[in-house]
């Protein structure tokens, strides 16, 4: 794949092995808020699709955005994270390999937002529950995630808190280079 670095079919699989398996945990989230709309569903099958082994096609790319829609759609905030986490496994399949710190976001967003979820569902501290979900997610990485992430800038920290979080969690990944 032509960009600013390389970047094969095997490591786009890793990458959306990573969040797929982190889309997975949540899905339930949207599933109970929104029992009818089965699109995050359909991309996250979509996404295990391409880690399986099937090409990537044009079913990654709908599939990411129907369930994006559902995002928009959804009521609380937990089930729209939920929704969007289950596109980006989908999109995984098409991680540009470009020098922006905005793609880390394709691989990263979604480990963030589930740990934003726990904060939104925890009973007791919110923090602990980022930071319990944010240890699952550093324990997920394999090294050939971590070298992907590798080629790319760090993210800043942003201005919402799913961005804090995969701002820590970028920080927490490299940090075991």
């Avoid at 904060?119 to 699952?136: F, H, K, T, V």
């Amino acid at each position: 794949m032509a960009g600013d670095f390389e970047l094969t079919t095997d490591e786009l699989r890793v990458v959306a092995r990573y969040v797929a398996e982190t889309a997975a945990e949540v899905l339930p989230v949207f599933e109970a808020a929104v029992p009818g709309d089965s699109r995050p569903r359909v991309a996250l099958d979509a996404a295990w699709e391409f880690v399986g082994g099937a090409r990537r096609t044009k079913l990654q790319r709908v599939t990411s955005l129907d369930a994006h829609r559902a995002a928009a759609e959804a009521q609380s905030e937990a089930s729209r994270l939920a929704a969007r986490s289950a596109g980006d496994a989908a999109s995984a399949a098409y991680l540009h390999p470009l020098a922006d710190a905005a793609q880390v976001g394709h691989i990263l967003r979604a480990a963030a937002s589930v740990a934003r979820i726990a904060e939104i569902e925890a009973s007791g501290d919110p923090q602990a529950a980022a930071a319990a979900s944010l240890d699952r997610a550093v324990a997920r990485a394999t090294p050939e995630l971590v070298e992907v992430l590798m080629r790319y800038p760090s993210v800043p920290s942003g201005g919402n808190r799913v961005a804090s979080l995969m701002s820590a969690l970028d920080s927490r990944l490299r940090s075991r280079c």
